[in-house]
């Protein structure tokens, strides 16, 4: 049963000290996919890939997040410094999209719960 | 993107179909309609998704209306593991990009 696998499940973190999270997207899926979650903003899009390039990152705060995609199999977003404003828990998706597919399904992870003090 | 509107909450007794509507009144053409749900302390799922037809699979069914300004997710027999909040999402048609834009969604308690 393939799974998107996301770590840690769980960080707790003091002010100013880096972060970084970890997805492992389902074998065979190009698309990847960074959303954050809080309960003010809901679920947010932060940015994705696409063949391990970056399409879009328009919802991360540049200053301080950063998204890679070192290889197929790894995703990771860091967030240097943190701030207590970034507690969130932040999913990884990933999907297939095939060129002239219209629709794709996205799996999501199960969710890094970051919480900064 | 286009906008959806949903029901805060709705609430249904176990056995029994649930219809949890959506309104969509802007959506051209080529937006496809997507429903996924969030189970808690879980990552969202994906339900089904449609574009004019009535569509039916082994979680649900999704009735599209004819002017596509609104749907329905229908649950047959709503089980207590049934009970997440329900997303109702316009994906545009893209050659680039397969963005989902998540609203607040409709929180749906089951009762047994």
């Known amino acids: 049963d393939a799974r998107v696998t996301q770590t840690p499940r769980h960080k707790v973190t003091e002010m100013g000290q880096e972060v970084t999270m970890r997805c492992q997207p389902i074998?065979?899926?190009?698309?990847v996919f960074w959303y954050r979650q809080t309960m003010m903003q809901g679920l947010e899009l932060l940015a994705y890939?696409?063949?391990?390039?970056?399409?879009?990152d328009s919802g991360m705060p540049k200053d301080r997040f950063s998204a890679e995609m070192p290889d197929a199999t790894l995703a990771t977003l860091k967030i240097q410094p943190s701030e207590p404003r970034d507690s969130a828990v932040y999913f990884c998706?990933?999907?297939?999209?095939?060129?002239?597919?219209?629709?794709?399904?996205?799996?999501f992870g199960p969710g890094t719960r970051l919480t900064v003090l | 993107d286009a906008k959806t509107t949903q029901p805060n909450s709705m609430e249904s007794n176990e056995e029994e179909p649930v219809h949890l509507p959506c309104n969509h009144s802007?959506?051209?053409?080529?937006?496809?309609i997507h429903w996924y749900r969030q189970l808690p302390s879980q990552g969202p799922e994906y339900v089904i998704h449609?574009?004019?037809s009535n569509v039916n699979n082994r979680m649900a069914s999704l009735a599209i209306a004819e002017d596509r300004k609104s749907s329905t997710l229908i649950l047959h027999r709503a089980t207590l593991r049934d009970a997440a909040v329900y997303y109702c999402?316009?994906?545009?048609?893209?050659?680039?990009?397969?963005?989902?834009?998540f609203g607040e969604g409709t929180q749906l308690t089951v009762n047994p």
């Open positions: 802007t959506i051209s053409g080529t937006d496809y």
């Open positions: 074998l065979g899926h190009n698309t």
């Open positions: 998706a990933s999907g297939l999209v095939l060129l002239g597919q219209a629709y794709n399904e996205q799996f």
């Open positions: 999402i316009l994906r545009v048609k893209e050659t680039s990009g397969s963005r989902l834009t």
């Open positions: 890939f696409r063949n391990r390039a970056p399409l879009d």
């Open positions: 449609g574009l004019t």
